[in-house]
């Protein structure tokens, strides 16, 4: 296995403990990093496709269960995956394959972990006032189980009309004991900094999601997706089974069966997959923000200039549920339950 992903997993386990005596340290390398691999990212021809030979200008309609996936409780869930764009049919499939897996390993069990710094500071020069204020967002979602393969079952299938692979499992989850069963860990995250200097204000973003199937000692099948944006740039890169996997930038169009052929499609430069895990990971951090954040006002100074820290953190456990998706003013929108997981005294 590529040395990415337990770097990575490493790297989301530690980051909610992260002193705040290196945010800055790490901010810096966020954006040089980030401006770096979106330069190498716009050398990629925008129209280039290995696998795809006729390109259409109309949008590709998505399956009715991609919208209104069947509903199931805890002994029966149902997810969907999908692959990138421009890929072989049969790996395609797998890797749609594999990634419904994932999405129903979190939604059977996930571990919500949030840490957020708010950083205010306020100069006085004078007449003038130099306002300036941070802030720093890390979401971490995990989950980790055994499974059997005979718990799957592909129901239905959907190939977009550019070689995207949609996948729609359903998995009844069994009590498992015995080690020879394989081991499903699936982590994803968030990381946000915002920054506002007077008027100014500049947001940078991060979203990651690896998936680890370990079948034996000696095979594990895992993948990684990983997009970053600031202002009008953005960086998408994904791996799978230790190979990287290439696909053009392009304007990928989608739109629903019940969509009036009048309102805009969905637009994506990054294919299904990407709009779809954003979207998710991005549901799941606000819900975390906005209804189970815990407060705390630490007065810590980091610069010389008055400044208080604010702290907000909260992690629990919790079943999620995707009721379903509609396509809104080119945005996607998830109908996302989060039922906590109350554990007894």
Same mark, same amino acid.
């Given at each position: 296995?590529?040395?990415?992903?337990?770097?990575?997993?490493?790297?989301?386990?530690?980051?909610?403990?992260?002193?705040?005596?290196?945010?800055?340290?790490?901010?810096?390398?966020?954006?040089?990093?980030?401006?770096?691999?979106?330069?190498?990212?716009?050398?990629?021809?925008?129209?280039?496709?290995?696998?795809?030979?006729?390109?259409?200008?109309?949008?590709?309609?998505?399956?009715?269960?991609?919208?209104?996936?069947?509903?199931?409780?805890?002994?029966?869930?149902?997810?969907?995956?999908?692959?990138?764009?421009?890929?072989?049919?049969?790996?395609?499939?797998?890797?749609?394959?594999?990634?419904?897996?994932?999405?129903?390993?979190?939604?059977?069990?996930?571990?919500?972990?949030?840490?957020?710094?708010?950083?205010?500071?306020?100069?006085?020069?004078?007449?003038?006032?130099?306002?300036?204020?941070?802030?720093?967002?890390?979401?971490?979602?995990?989950?980790?189980?055994?499974?059997?393969?005979?718990?799957?079952?592909?129901?239905?299938?959907?190939?977009?009309?550019?070689?995207?692979?949609?996948?729609?499992?359903?998995?009844?989850?069994?009590?498992?004991?015995?080690?020879?069963?394989?081991?499903?860990?699936?982590?994803?995250?968030?990381?946000?900094?915002?920054?506002?200097?007077?008027?100014?204000?500049?947001?940078?973003?991060?979203? *990651?999601? +690896?998936?680890? &199937?370990?079948? $034996?000692?000696?095979? @594990?099948?895992?993948?990684?997706?990983?997009?970053? =944006? %600031?202002?009008?740039?953005?960086?998408?890169?994904?791996?799978?089974?230790?190979?990287?996997?290439?696909?053009?930038?392009?304007?990928?169009?989608?739109?629903?069966?019940?969509?009036?052929?009048?309102?805009?499609?969905?637009?994506?430069?990054?294919?299904?997959?990407?709009?779809?895990?954003? *979207?998710? +990971?991005?549901? &799941?951090?606000? $819900?975390?923000?906005? @209804?189970?954040?815990?407060?705390?006002?630490?007065? =810590? %100074?980091?610069?010389?200039?008055?400044?208080?820290?604010?702290?907000?953190?909260?992690?629990?456990?919790?079943?999620?549920?995707?009721?379903?998706?509609?396509?809104?003013?080119?945005?996607?929108?998830?109908?996302?339950?989060?039922?906590?997981?109350?554990?007894?005294?």
């Amino acid at each position: 296995m590529k040395k990415i992903y337990p770097y990575s997993i490493l790297l989301l386990i530690t980051i909610a403990f992260i002193p705040s005596n290196s945010k800055s340290q790490e901010k810096n390398n966020f954006e040089k990093t980030f401006l770096k691999e979106t330069s190498e990212s716009q050398n990629r021809s925008s129209n280039k496709f290995k696998n795809l030979t006729k390109l259409s200008f109309y949008p590709d309609t998505l399956p009715t269960w991609f919208f209104t996936p069947p509903q199931g409780g805890m002994n029966c869930i149902y997810a969907v995956g999908i692959s990138d764009p421009d890929m072989e049919s049969a790996k395609g499939k797998e890797m749609a394959i594999h990634r419904a897996k994932a999405m129903a390993g979190i939604y059977l069990n996930a571990k919500l972990q949030y840490f957020r710094d708010v950083y205010t500071s306020e100069k006085q020069s004078g007449k003038y006032s130099d306002y300036r204020q941070r802030f720093d967002t890390y979401f971490k979602v995990s989950s980790a189980s055994k499974i059997d393969d005979a718990s799957f079952a592909v129901l239905d299938s959907h190939m977009t009309r550019y070689n995207e692979s949609m996948i729609l499992i359903k998995y009844e989850p069994k009590a498992l004991q015995n080690e020879g069963h394989n081991l499903l860990s699936v982590v994803g995250s968030v990381l946000y900094i915002e920054a506002q200097v007077a008027d100014a204000f500049e947001v940078q973003a991060e979203y *990651e999601l +690896l998936s680890a &199937l370990r079948q $034996s000692e000696n095979i @594990t099948q895992s993948a990684h997706y990983l997009y970053r =944006e %600031k202002g009008n740039k953005f960086l998408s890169n994904s791996e799978y089974l230790n190979s990287k996997i290439e696909f053009p930038v392009y304007i990928y169009k989608y739109t629903a069966p019940t969509e009036d052929k009048n309102v805009p499609p969905l637009v994506s430069y990054n294919g299904l997959w990407s709009k779809f895990t954003r *979207e998710f +990971l991005r549901s &799941l951090t606000l $819900s975390t923000q906005q @209804t189970k954040t815990r407060i705390k006002n630490l007065g =810590e %100074k980091y610069n010389p200039a008055t400044s208080n820290l604010t702290r907000e953190t909260v992690s629990y456990l919790a079943n999620l549920k995707l009721n379903g998706i509609i396509f809104e003013r080119d945005t996607m929108k998830l109908n996302l339950n989060i039922n906590e997981i109350v554990s007894p005294k």
